[in-house]
Structures are given as C-alpha cells and as structure tokens.
C-alpha cells in the first residue's frame, strides 16, 4: 500500500504500471470501479526530462506539508512546462495554504484551471473545495454530487482509480453533504472511506464533523438514496 498521499493530497507522479485491487461491491451498489494503492502512470509526467522528475521527487515531501519553500521552484516549473497538470495541482496545494494573497493567487488560479481542463479530476475537486470552504455549498454540491458526477459518469473510459482520487472524491461528498444537514447520506459516504482505510485520517476527520453536526442539531435524514454513493442528486446547472 502507498502511504505516500495524505488524503489531502493528489497522487504522486509515477513510472511503473499500477497494480488494482478489485473494490469489494458491498452495499455501495452504484461504485463498480477498481481501486489501486500502486503509482498510476502519468503520460505528461513520464515525458518529462530525467533530471525534472527527480526533482519532483525532491519536491514530492515540501508539497505533502504544504511548505512555502516548494513555491519557487514550482514557478519554475509550471512556467516551463504547462502541460504537466500534475505541476499546476501542486503549486495550488501549496499556494492555498500560503498568505491570504498566495491564497487569493490559488483561488485565480484553480477557477482558470478548471475552466481550461474540465476533465482533470484534481481541478473539479480544487474548486469544490474553494467553493465549499468559502460558504458556496450549492456550487460546490453541483460539482460533486449528481448523477453526471459520479466518478464512473466523468470518466467513462477509466477502470481503475488510484485511492487518492477516490478518498478525495469520497471525503468532498460527506462534507458537503454535511453542510445541508444530510448525515444519513453523509455517512454512506465515510463507510465507503472505512472500507477502503479502517481509521484512516480521512475517516477521522469526517467523524469529527459528522459528531460536530449531530451537536449542532443538524441531522436530516436523506429523503432517497439518490444522495448516496453513485446515486446523486439532480442539480441545475
């Protein structure tokens, strides 16, 4: 198993072909994708020249603790090579736990991101993540939940999907579900988390806000499984 990636943080770039588990159907009868621990190859990344991806790995440990030191080199990088989305996504992790005007940068910069590449998976988690720690709940609800916004709806053509981008996918959901009072349909979402990671910092962490909601008087029991894992709900655009 990788324990490389907190659940914060996007998968490492990687060099070898990964090896999926099979994800266990359960009661999450709508999630039919495999999950792999293992390095997921990145084409952008695995062009790179051999010096720039050793230096990613030098990198790799500034990025995981958000480190202001990461900050210029990465400049550096993403200038020289835009393509690598991968890059992008690590200078906004940084950035995004920086001044309020590194973070005003992160905000510019994930919404111009995901206008520009819809379809990268860590640019739609980014700007729900914007959207719900700034108080914008149904934008962020509108990325993220949906029957359009399953993980199998977005991206057809994958069949296998590294745990970071599962996790993150996962914990977004129970968040935002959370901030509408929807615990039941919340919870769905942390035992998926439990069954991929028993106490992981992710399953944690949304059990710290589950409790937080239920003291708050916030529960509301889902009205239809359309909230829940691969169901969804419908949205307006």
Not at 23 to 39: R, Y
Request: contains cysteine.
């Amino acid at each position: 198993m990788d324990e490389r990636t907190s659940f914060q943080m996007p998968a490492r770039p990687a060099r070898k072909t990964s090896t999926p588990g099979t994800w266990p159907d359960s009661n999450l009868h709508a999630i039919k994708i495999e999950i792999t621990w293992d390095p997921m190859p990145d084409p952008e990344v695995d062009a790179l020249p051999a010096e720039v991806r050793e230096e990613m790995d030098r990198l790799y440990d500034l990025v995981k603790t958000a480190s202001p030191r990461a900050v210029p080199p990465l400049r550096k990088l993403v200038a020289t090579y835009p393509q690598v989305l991968a890059l992008q996504n690590w200078l906004l992790t940084v950035l995004s736990h920086g001044s309020k005007s590194q973070q005003q940068e992160a905000r510019k910069l994930t919404v111009e991101l995901f206008e520009s590449r819809p379809e990268y998976y860590f640019a739609r988690t980014g700007l729900a993540e914007m959207h719900l720690r700034e108080g914008r709940v149904e934008e962020a609800a509108s990325l993220m939940l949906g029957q359009a916004n399953t993980l199998q709806a977005l991206y057809p053509g994958q069949k296998v999907f590294h745990i970071s981008e599962v996790r993150h996918w996962a914990l977004l959901c129970g968040q935002i579900l959370l901030k509408t009072g929807e615990i039941e349909a919340a919870h769905s979402y942390r035992n998926l988390l439990h069954q991929m990671e028993p106490n992981s910092p992710a399953v944690q962490h949304l059990d710290r806000l589950m409790l937080m909601a239920v003291f708050e008087g916030g529960f509301r029991p889902s009205k239809t499984a359309r909230r829940q894992p691969g169901g969804g709900r419908r949205i307006k655009h």
